[in-house]
């Protein structure tokens, strides 16, 4: 317990250290986000009902599982997941993730937005919008994106607001910026949850979890980074979703999720390649403290004490770090596949659970450049802003991940 509190502190000060404006601290904001985020996390990991609930999800994995395979095998045959045509000599070794894992993406993605039209999801970010302004004291316009990155992703939820962008303070800006960065879209918590059943029991409640306890996070973080100092954007209607019918927000869904399947199978396809590109210019020098120098263990050094404030063991700190290290540097997705290859005395549940945690957000390179580019798009009135302010939303997004993590660990 201590250990986490003294994580979180330091934390804590860090963002303080890079703020605009070190003499003003909005410490309603500050206890009450801190407070929601050990609340969200007790009765997640702790209250039997919600317990039972992630057991629920779990079925909703095997189900998403299921029907993907369906299309996919009946599109690509054994590629896909159909019955293979011979006899498998390795375990595991027909499975692909391009033909079998990654469609589900497509799945996912007309079925947001078909929630969406049907506004079954729009009420859903409603009630979190409404709760993150009845105990923090955000504006509605902010409260409305907040909840909404929770679900929809660091682009899509500024659609909801899109005429209060203009409009919403330099703070408030920066908010949605770090609350983007610090959460995951809902298209992808089905994926994620599917690398990690194996090694991560719940793997779904967990994986939804971190991204509900990450909004109040960033916005903790970007109050302290970021102070108020004007009057809030009230307001916060949601916009509509641009579908005449159910069928129309359906393929528009599915042409969303192909484009965000093609933008993943590339940068994973060009990332991978280049850690393996500067993984064989390391191996040009000489071996380390018996062993070969790689990009994953140069991280794993550097990350060590910051993965160790959050709760990991000393003893697991340098493999913690080293994921912690891609997740950043790289994206969250393939931290999370190197994550899942790892053998199981490598790292403890605790440490497990924890990193799941840590990891699960868009605080990344990366995703910094979409976010800016998306955000450009949508408001270019504000571009230069966006743009001056990208790199210390993503320190933000990164704290408040790192701050989910040691609550996790304190429980």
């Not at 380390?288 to 993965?307: A, D, F, K, N, Q």
């Not at 912690?324 to 790892?342: H, P, T």
């Amino acid at each position: 317990m201590l250990h986490g509190i003294f994580g979180i502190t330091v934390l804590l000060c860090v963002a303080w250290l890079l703020s605009e404006n070190r003499r003003m601290l909005h410490w309603r904001l500050i206890l009450a986000g801190l407070a929601l985020q050990l609340l969200i996390a007790l009765l997640m990991l702790k209250a039997a009902p919600f317990r039972q609930l992630f057991m629920g999800l779990n079925t909703v994995v095997a189900a998403f599982e299921e029907a993907t395979k369906a299309g996919t095998s009946f599109v690509f045959g054994y590629l896909g997941g159909g019955p293979l045509p011979f006899v498998e000599t390795a375990p595991g070794g027909s499975f692909s993730l391009a033909f079998q894992a990654l469609p589900m993406v497509l799945v996912i993605g007309a079925l947001t937005a078909v929630l969406y039209y049907w506004r079954i999801l729009p009420k859903v970010v409603q009630g979190f919008s409404w709760v993150l302004r009845k105990t923090m004291g955000i504006g509605g316009a902010l409260g409305v994106v907040a909840s909404g990155c929770i679900f929809l992703g660091m682009i899509e939820s500024p659609l909801l607001i899109r005429p209060y962008l203009v409009r919403m303070t330099r703070s408030e800006l920066f908010a949605m910026m770090a609350t983007g960065l610090s959460c995951i879209a809902g298209t992808m918590l089905v994926l994620y949850a599917t690398v990690l059943q194996k090694v991560i029991p719940d793997a779904l409640g967990h994986i939804l979890t971190a991204s509900i306890i990450h909004a109040p996070a960033a916005l903790v973080v970007a109050s302290i980074m970021v102070p108020e100092t004007q009057e809030q954007t009230l307001g916060g209607e949601l916009s509509s979703y641009e579908a005449t019918s159910a069928m129309d927000a359906l393929t528009k869904g599915t042409w969303d999720g192909l484009k965000l399947l093609v933008n993943i199978v590339a940068v994973l396809i060009v990332f991978v390649a280049l850690v393996k590109l500067v993984n064989i210019g390391l191996g040009q020098l000489p071996d380390v403290m018996g062993g070969p120098v790689t990009l994953e263990r140069i991280l794993g050094i550097l990350l060590s004490p910051v993965v160790w404030l959050i709760g990991v063991p000393w003893s697991e700190a340098g493999t913690a770090g080293s994921l912690m290290g891609i997740k950043i540097v790289l994206n969250e997705f393939l931290a999370y596949i190197k994550f899942s290859s790892l053998p199981e005395a490598a790292l403890s549940p605790k440490t497990r659970i924890i990193m799941t945690y840590a990891m699960c957000s868009f605080a990344n390179l990366g995703s910094l450049g979409i976010l800016i580019a998306g955000l450009g798009s949508l408001c270019p009135e504000r571009r230069d802003e966006i743009v001056a302010m990208g790199v210390k939303a993503l320190i933000a997004g990164v704290l408040a991940s790192l701050m989910t993590g040691a609550v996790v660990g304190m429980l």
